[in-house]
């Protein structure tokens, strides 16, 4: 589909080349990804393939024609969703879309309500853009990629500025184009993003597809890097991890791989778990509320809390997937993480609000929109007990580019409330009072030992619990 072969690319008044010959080759269908820090050439390379460079020196083919010999139809086989998302601000959301379609002969496609409701965005489809935040602005970049159905797309950064559950939505599209067939380049600094969405990855730095140093060199830059970002310890363990196991598959590739490398290690640094004690349970449902819709993200928190289910399935159930069973109430769905059929009981904290509510479970919301209003919600029940935690900040509030980060340090316990608090609740209220198979069974962990470490039981702690039987 795509073929670079000694692409080698100067800008203007620059006294250094910025691409050093480079030669790839991206296959049709498959998510192909450039990793390596800022300004090592990853965006430069796909201005190049969307052609919004030129006087490059070297080949570029793209579908078997050289990309000069391409003429604007081009454009209608690429979709493009750029780092810096460029929108029209005083049109809407949707006149936004209606007017970048008009340039497609595809480009009404997409059916434009679906597209926006794929994003989240369908309540602020007919606001104007300059009343969209940083994430709404590049959710909105992305369906206005895909809008007209092209073969090709370029993504840079295409997480940049989202919070965890929206990237996590953005990652799970990308995938998607992938089983449509869609040929996909992307351009990221993380190796997280790399490791889950690309089918292959090519290290470029300094405007070279590949760099040789001392390990000990190696992780001192790395280090540093993620040390200026303000990157956490754990987020620098995990991905000095996922280099160490790319860098494994190399090896048993026949490539060569330094004999030090692998030995290299960061320290992973302990974090504390946070979930709802019973008793704060009891502080959230007896809390004053003015507003439905913090009543609505209330009884969200105590079901997730009391069925110990992630968010992708909990915020799903309906009353049609409740039946009864030799007397008992039951909740039978599939869990979309694993894809397991699951049957588990209805606590009565659950048949509290479903009788409250004629048999309904809550009105459906985002997850965008659950994450906020539960802070409100713990904040008005006076969980404002200090504790130590990570929540998520925007480290450059005040530049183009977003930089979210899980910052460590102590904080009042509601301002660390997320949808994940739900199931680590579960899992820890109910540990020690119902077996740990059946609490494995429910909260969907492949295996006691990860189940454990969930919840922060180290071997001390169950030496002592072991104590009781004794």
């Not at 192909?32 to 796909?46: E, I, N």
Request: aromatic share 12%.
């Amino acid at each position: 589909m795509i073929q670079v072969d000694k692409l080698e690319f100067q800008y203007p008044n620059s006294d250094k080349e910025t691409l050093k010959g480079l030669s790839f080759e991206i296959k049709k269908g498959e998510i192909f990804g450039f990793l390596g820090p800022s300004g090592a050439g990853k965006s430069t390379t796909q201005k190049v393939l969307y052609k919004i460079l030129s006087g490059y020196n070297g080949s570029v083919i793209i579908d078997g024609k050289d990309i000069k010999d391409w003429n604007n139809s081009y454009f209608e086989k690429i979709g493009v969703g750029f780092e810096f998302p460029n929108h029209y601000l005083k049109l809407t959301g949707k006149e936004n879309m209606e007017l970048f379609a008009s340039f497609y002969k595809n480009g009404n496609s997409r059916n434009l309500s679906e597209l926006f409701e794929m994003v989240d965005l369908q309540d602020a489809i007919n606001k104007p853009v300059d009343a969209y935040s940083k994430g709404m602005k590049v959710r909105l970049n992305f369906i206005r990629a895909i809008q007209h159905n092209p073969d090709i797309l370029f993504f840079d950064e295409p997480t940049s500025g989202l919070d965890p559950v929206n990237a996590h939505k953005i990652k799970q599209h990308i995938l998607n184009l992938k089983s449509q067939g869609k040929t996909v380049f992307i351009t990221t600094h993380s190796m997280e993003i790399a490791d889950q969405l690309c089918d292959r990855v090519s290290f470029i730095v300094d405007g070279k597809l590949q760099a040789t140093d001392k390990p000990e060199n190696f992780k001192k830059e790395f280090v540093d890097y993620y040390t200026t970002e303000k990157y956490s310890q754990n987020t620098m363990q995990r991905e000095l991890g996922l280099i160490k196991t790319f860098c494994k598959y190399a090896q048993k590739k026949g490539l060569d791989v330094h004999s030090e490398l692998l030995d290299l290690k960061l320290k992973k640094k302990p974090v504390q778990s946070i979930y709802l004690s019973f008793t704060e349970l009891e502080r959230i449902e007896k809390a004053d509320l003015k507003h439905e819709y913090q009543e609505n993200a209330r009884d969200w928190l105590i079901i997730s809390c009391y069925t110990g289910q992630r968010i992708s399935d909990f915020l799903r159930f309906t009353s049609n997937l409740i039946r009864v069973e030799n007397g008992k109430t039951l909740l039978e769905f599939k869990q979309k993480k694993t894809g397991k059929l699951m049957t588990i009981p209805v606590h009565p904290k659950v048949m509290v609000i479903l009788n409250k509510r004629n048999g309904e479970f809550p009105r459906a919301i985002s997850d965008q929109r659950y994450n906020e209003y539960i802070k409100k919600v713990c904040r008005l029940a006076q969980l404002k007990k200090k504790v130590d935690g990570k929540k998520q900040v925007d480290i450059n509030p005040n530049g183009k580019e977003s930089k979210i980060r899980a910052v460590a340090g102590t904080f009042e316990k509601w301002e660390l409330v997320t949808s994940h608090i739900g199931r680590r609740s579960f899992a820890t209220n109910f540990y020690g009072k119902i077996p740990t198979t059946y609490l494995i069974y429910v909260t969907g962990h492949s295996s006691e030992s990860m189940f454990l470490n969930y919840i922060g039981k180290s071997n001390k702690d169950l030496a002592i619990e072991l104590t009781n039987y004794f």
